[in-house]
């Protein structure tokens, strides 16, 4: 078990050596225009989706399953829950007034 962690940790010690030595090999020069390209493309990309964003409607219902019914169905479930509470709580009354009736002698 020792040996293999030893060659996974070589392995991985020897993946970063060669990472770093990518990055060390490439001058400064280069990164600045690898950057300038990357921000370049960035700009064009915004710019093109402004442009698209604007020429074209903008159609967001995506199918039956919208903002208005998902509030109708909540309001239903909600509505259910209530009642059905309601409905609990009154069966309860009921059964503790019949399991403790209150005798009034005063009349």
């Known amino acids: 078990m020792g040996a293999k962690y030893e060659d996974a940790k070589y392995e991985d010690s020897k993946f970063k050596e060669s990472a770093d030595d990518d990055f060390n090999s490439e001058s400064v ?5 690898r950057l300038n390209t990357m921000k370049r493309l ?3 990309r ?3 989706n402004n442009a698209e ?5 903008h159609h967001t219902t995506t199918g ?6 998902l509030s109708v169905a909540f309001a239903g ?3 259910v ?4 509470s309601v409905y609990a709580f009154y069966n309860l009354y009921t059964a503790v007034l019949r399991r403790f009736p209150s005798h009034h002698t005063e009349l």
Do not use: C, K
């Open 46 to 48: 915004t710019n093109s």
């Open 42 to 44: 960035m700009a064009e």
């Open 53 to 57: 964003d604007w020429s074209r409607p």
């Open 77 to 79: 479930a909600l509505l």
């Open 81 to 84: 829950i209530v009642t059905v």
């Open 29 to 33: 020069e280069v990164l600045r225009e």
């Open 64 to 69: 039956i399953i919208d903002g208005n019914f």
